[in-house]
């Protein structure tokens, strides 16, 4: 038994040993257009050709052909190689496109940005060609969203994008979409009806997600750190306490709150418009020492407060312009002994311009002015005193689904005008009061 079994093994070894290939022979693979994948029996084999033109070894006979390229439907076939030797074969395959076509021509939406799958596709009118299957179209002018949707397009089909004469976007059968979409979302189905209809709605564009209102966004909460430095220097100053001040290392924080009023009421209109408010509190204190290094009994405290109304408005589909407007309390302060130190507590009604790029991530500057209400005790060491304020901003704003964040960096300068006589507790002409700060804000937007 053992060699039998032995004897077996040996025959079966010689017969693979002595098996030979199947015969071939050279055939050429072309297409229109040329530069397609050419694979036999199965995609998995892996591809005989990259890109056509070109000449493969066939085996003889009728084997399954496979021909594919991006953007053209494939190609499923029967390559037949006869025994008998002669010309070389040469088999071409014409492919058919794979693309459909989306429109946007409406008179009523001239000139505004088309975007497919998030990617800019230029201005209306517009003839766009889309791969098959469901896209993201949104159509926008002026900050104002004319369509926002999803639509599905076939092989070879122009799929028009109705806009409505006030801006909305309209299908031709607009309460069959809505069926449609509540339909499909039920499903949790983003697949669109491929599936008859009439005549009537056959270029409709096929709702397979419900657009998200423009104004999604109703509040951010967050938290911002500042860390700055101070530079207070009088001018002309003939008596007094009116020692300069320098710090280096203050640090500020707390809660900043965002709300979009219209964006809650459900209404679109003014969407860009929000409440601001920051309140911010003393994270450190540093005492003051003069300048024999004598400690004078007193520290460091900063500080602040806004609240303001804003607006962005869109200058174009990628710049934002933001304006603001509200009331600022800085407290440039300190603890103890403030006899000689420039103690401020600035009250001030703020006015500002900025302008951003739209993006996840999106630079901005911002400018703005303060009229100074009152400047605390500083002011009324003179007989008299004004200042006014302005500040400049420079930083990155970042979104990352609802989590938004900030880096700034800012300078803020506070001009003073002082009027004084021999019973004034100080006496200067002026000063000026120079912060400069870097922030971070971090929060969670819904």
């Known amino acids: 038994m053992r060699l039998a079994a032995i004897a077996c093994a040996l025959a079966v070894v010689g017969s693979r040993g002595s098996a030979t290939a199947a015969p071939t022979r050279k055939v050429t693979i072309e297409t229109d257009p040329p530069g397609a994948a050419v694979y036999l029996n199965d995609v998995d084999s892996g591809a005989v050709c990259d890109a056509t033109p070109c000449t493969i070894d066939a085996p003889i006979g009728q084997t399954p052909i496979i021909v594919r390229m991006d953007r053209f439907e494939p190609i499923i076939d029967s390559l037949d190689v006869p025994k008998k030797k002669g010309k070389p074969q040469v088999v071409k395959f014409k492919l058919k496109t794979a693309i459909g076509t989306i429109v946007v021509d409406a008179a009523s939406a001239k000139g505004a940005t088309v975007k497919i799958d998030e990617q800019d596709k230029g201005k209306v009118p517009a003839h766009i060609d889309v791969d098959s299957g469901a896209h993201h179209v949104v159509v926008a002018q002026g900050g104002k969203t004319l369509f926002d949707d999803y639509v599905n397009v076939d092989t070879g089909e122009e799929v028009p994008i109705a806009i409505k004469g006030g801006g909305g976007a309209a299908s031709k059968d607009k309460d069959k979409d809505k069926d449609k979409s509540d339909e499909l979302a039920d499903r949790g189905d983003d697949k669109s009806d491929d599936g008859g209809g009439d005549g009537d709605d056959k270029h409709t564009p096929a709702v397979t997600k419900r657009a998200q209102p423009s104004s999604a966004k109703m509040a951010s909460v967050g938290l911002v750190i500042d860390l700055g430095t101070r530079h207070f220097v009088y001018q002309n100053a003939t008596g ?4 300069n001040e320098d710090e280096s290392g203050q640090s ?4 900043a709150i965002e709300v979009w009023p219209t964006a809650i009421a459900g209404v679109d209109a003014l ?4 409440l601001f408010a920051r309140l911010e509190f003393p994270v450190n204190h540093q005492q003051v020492i003069d300048r024999t290094n004598m400690m004078v009994g007193t520290a460091t405290s900063w500080s602040s407060l806004e609240i303001s109304v804003r607006d ?4 174009s589909d990628a710049v934002l312009v933001d ?3 509200g009331f600022v309390r800085d407290q440039l302060s300190f603890t103890g002994n403030v006899g000689k130190v420039p103690n401020a507590d600035y009250k001030a009604v ?3 311009v900025g302008a951003s790029l739209t993006g996840t991530v999106a ?3 911002a400018l703005e002015g303060r009229y100074v209400l009152s400047g605390g005790d500083l002011a009324s060491r003179f007989t008299s005193a004004s200042a006014y304020g302005v500040r400049g901003a420079i930083g990155l704003a970042m979104k990352l689904g609802p989590l938004v964040g900030r880096i700034e960096g800012s300078a803020l300068q506070y001009f003073w005008t002082f009027k004084y006589d021999a019973t004034s507790i100080s006496m200067a002409a002026g000063a000026t009061d120079r912060v400069l700060l870097g922030s971070v804000q971090l929060g969670y937007a819904f």
């Open 240 to 243: 007094g306490p009116t020692a």
């Open 252 to 255: 500020q924080g707390g809660p």
């Open 271 to 274: 969407r860009g418009l929000s």
């Open 312 to 315: 962005r408005i869109a200058a």
């Open 323 to 325: 304006l603001s407007a």
């Open 350 to 352: 703020r006015a500002g």
């Open 363 to 365: 630079p901005y500057l």
